[in-house]
Each structure stands twice: as C-alpha cells, then as structure tokens.
C-alpha cells in the first residue's frame, strides 16, 4: 500500500492550522476582557482611553485575520483534494503551447506554473488586504493609501516577484538536473548567492521602486546622527527620510547595506513623532544589532534551514507515490519542491518558532547597548510613543507572543532598560 501522502499533508496542514487558531483565540479573548488596565508600569504615560482603543484595534485585527486565516486554510485544501496543482501544470503547458514553446520544456513550464501560482494567490488575497487597508487602517487613522497607489503596488509587487523568481527557478532546476544525487549543497550555495545579491540591491533597487529617499536635510538630527556612528564606528554612508507616510501613519527606522556601505533610513512619520533624542535612542537600539552581528547570526539560521531543507528534499525529488497522491502522471522537479513545503511546515513551523525566540533575545541585547551608550531613558519614551501611535498591544497573551512575536512585548523591553546593571 502506498504511503498517503494527501491524508498525511492535509493532517498536518489543519493540525498546524488548529494550533495557531487556538493562540489567536486566546489573544483574542485577552483584547477582549475589560478587567486588563493599562500596566502598572505605564499608567503615567499610556491612559484607559489609548488602551481601549488600542485593545480595539488589536480585537478588529485578530477577527479579521480568523476570517482571512480561514479562508486561506480551505483554498490550500480544496486545492490539494480537488487536484488543481495539477490543472495549473497543465495551463502552464497550453500557455506555453500557444506561445509556440514545444519541446524539452520543464524549466519554462516550472516558471510559468509559479507565475500563474502567484498570480491566482494574489487575486484572491485581493478582498482581504482591500478591507484590512481602507476598512481597518482607516477605522484607527492609518491609512494613507489611495486606491491606485493600492493597485499600482499590488501589479508592482507581482511584476517584480515574477521577474525575480523566473531566474530562480530556472537556476534551481538546472543545478538540481546537473547536480546529481548531491544537488542539495550547491542549490543552498546558489540561494545563498542569491539572497546575499537580494540584501546588496534591494536599497538601491528595489526599494525606491517603491517609496522616494531623500538625503536628510543638514541639521542637529543629522550632526547628532553622524556623532553616534562616529562613536561606535559604524561606517555609515548615507542617511534618507522615506516617504512613508503616504501608506501609513506607521512609523519605523532600520539601517541596510554590506561590508562598508551603511545606509540609515528613517520614516517620515518618525521624525515628526520623536525628538532628536529619541530618534537617535532607537538609532542606538538599531547599531546594537549591527554591533552583535545580529544580522549575520540571523542569515547563518536561516541557511542551516535552508540546507535542511534541500537536503531532505533530495530524498523526495524521486519519489513517484509522492507526485501519484496529488493527482501528477510525471514527476516534474518544481511540483516536488512545492509538495515538499507542505510536508516540511511542521518543521518549518518549529524553526519559525526557534527564530522568533532568536531575534527577541537580539532585541534584548540591542536594548542593553543603547543603553550602555546612554540612551536607555531616551529609548524607553522612544519606545512608549512608538507603541502608543502604533496602538501596540501592552497586554499580549504569553503563549501567543512566544510563538508570533518577533519582538518581546512592550512592559517586558522596558522593564529589562529598567534593571540596574
């Protein structure tokens, strides 16, 4: 008897599915139980007013995301019980034919399978990032988008994706037909090739594709900026003002770049919420993920993930019962990567979870080192404001958090800034 691996995926998926739907409930309930006040140690600086209507906001999003969450859930088991992989395989053949593309074709068919792939995904997300946008961002002030700057992005957003992912794949399979039974090792050194080459082009590329830097105006912030990177030795070479504020009220700073060329980016919105010194403060937080090689602690996790991941898909690339359960008569190369996703989530999931506990504990220790420069009073109010114009959730469920959050709760960072070194 075969192994079944339709029953096997689908019993994952919805396990998954279950799990995260059961934190979202308890995060839902917690927004929802009007007996939990500000936190003792916000109570001068955040009122019941801001509160309530953050945990409003925070209650809109987390019903939205059960209506989206569940919808998403039944379009990946209807697409796994009615057999529609394999119909989008064969679109993509019948678009390539009528192309007058024949012969030896898997590469083209791969690429023009991702294509149509994306393009139905982001047709039917249309709905939903549609009413998340000009309903609930609207509803709490956020929204800053009209409607063709929404369409301009979204036909942006999949042009450039397509663009990117058909030299991917291309790479991808050819490596693997060339590679041999140890293809593994070199498609994770192609995609590290890859996602190196992202990070170097996507602040002078990519990203002004979709939002105007400007050079920061000569000023004390610029001076002051330029002191503290001066101090730590930070090789900074540039710093813009983003036009973020023409989507969202939402705030944000972060810094890019290799090697020796460093680039600051503040939002617009930021500068206009934060003195000069909070600015810097939160500046400060970002240098200390520069200073404890945050980022490259981070990219060396995920390229562990990453090889675990093609190197137990070798075992699976030639598995004929696996291609047979989802309705496939060949066994083309990309279907099997894309079947084996859906095997891997429950340790895609674990590692998302072990990642997420990672980067707070970076967060932690960005904090501590702005902190030791100083900071720590001027990021702890940096910090509050930030939430209160966010409307950041101050009262986030544990388990919850512990599986989702990337950054630990707000009382949590101020509380650890507080403590006597």
Request: aromatic share 14%; charged share 15%; proline share 4%.
């Amino acid at each position: 008897m075969p192994f079944p691996y339709k029953s096997v995926v689908l019993g994952l998926s919805w396990s998954i599915y279950g799990f995260e739907q059961y934190l979202a409930y308890r995060q839902h309930i917690r927004l929802a139980n009007p007996s939990l006040g500000v936190p003792a140690l916000l109570k001068e600086e955040i009122s019941e007013e801001e509160h309530t209507k953050s945990k409003a906001y925070g209650r809109d999003k987390s019903t939205f995301e059960f209506a989206s969450n569940l919808f998403g859930q039944l379009v990946t088991t209807a697409t796994l019980v009615l057999d529609w992989m394999p119909l989008y395989w064969a679109v993509s053949a019948t678009f390539l034919e009528a192309c007058g593309l024949t012969g030896e074709r898997e590469i083209l068919q791969s690429i023009a399978f991702v294509v149509i792939s994306s393009a139905v995904s982001s047709i039917l997300d249309v709905p939903f990032s549609l009413y998340k946008q000009f309903v609930i961002e609207e509803r709490y002030g956020f929204n800053k988008m009209s409607i063709g700057l929404y369409v301009s992005d979204k036909l942006k957003t999949f042009v450039l994706t397509s663009v990117i992912a058909a030299p991917v794949v291309a790479g991808i399979l050819q490596i693997i037909k060339w590679g041999g039974d140890n293809f593994f090792f070199y498609v994770w050194l192609f995609m590290l090739t890859f996602q190196i080459t992202m990070i170097l082009l996507f602040p002078t590329v990519i990203a002004p594709l979709f939002n105007k830097f400007t050079p920061l105006e000569e000023g004390k912030l610029k001076s002051m900026i330029g002191d503290l990177a001066a101090r730590v030795q930070f090789p900074l070479t540039k710093v813009f003002v983003i036009d973020g504020s023409k989507r969202s009220s939402h705030s944000n700073a972060y810094f890019t770049g290799l090697f020796k060329d460093k680039r600051i980016v503040l939002f617009d919105t930021l500068l206009q919420q934060m003195t000069n010194q909070e600015i810097c403060a939160v500046l400060a937080h970002e240098l200390g993920h520069w200073s404890s090689s945050h980022i490259f602690r981070t990219l060396l996790l995920s390229q562990i993930q990453l090889f675990s991941i093609f190197y137990t898909f070798s075992h699976f690339v030639k598995s004929q019962p696996m291609y047979r359960a989802f309705g496939f008569q060949t066994e083309p190369v990309m279907i099997g990567l894309v079947l084996f996703t859906y095997l891997y989530q429950p340790m895609d999931s674990i590692f998302s979870f072990l990642m997420h506990y990672v980067s707070r504990v970076h967060e932690f220790q960005a904090d501590a080192y702005a902190k030791k420069l100083g900071y720590g009073e001027d990021l702890k109010s940096g910090l509050i404001k930030l939430n209160k114009k966010n409307l950041g959730n101050l009262i986030p469920d544990s388990w919850y958090s512990a599986y989702h959050y990337s950054h630990p709760p707000l009382v949590e960072r101020l509380g650890a800034i507080g403590k006597t070194e």
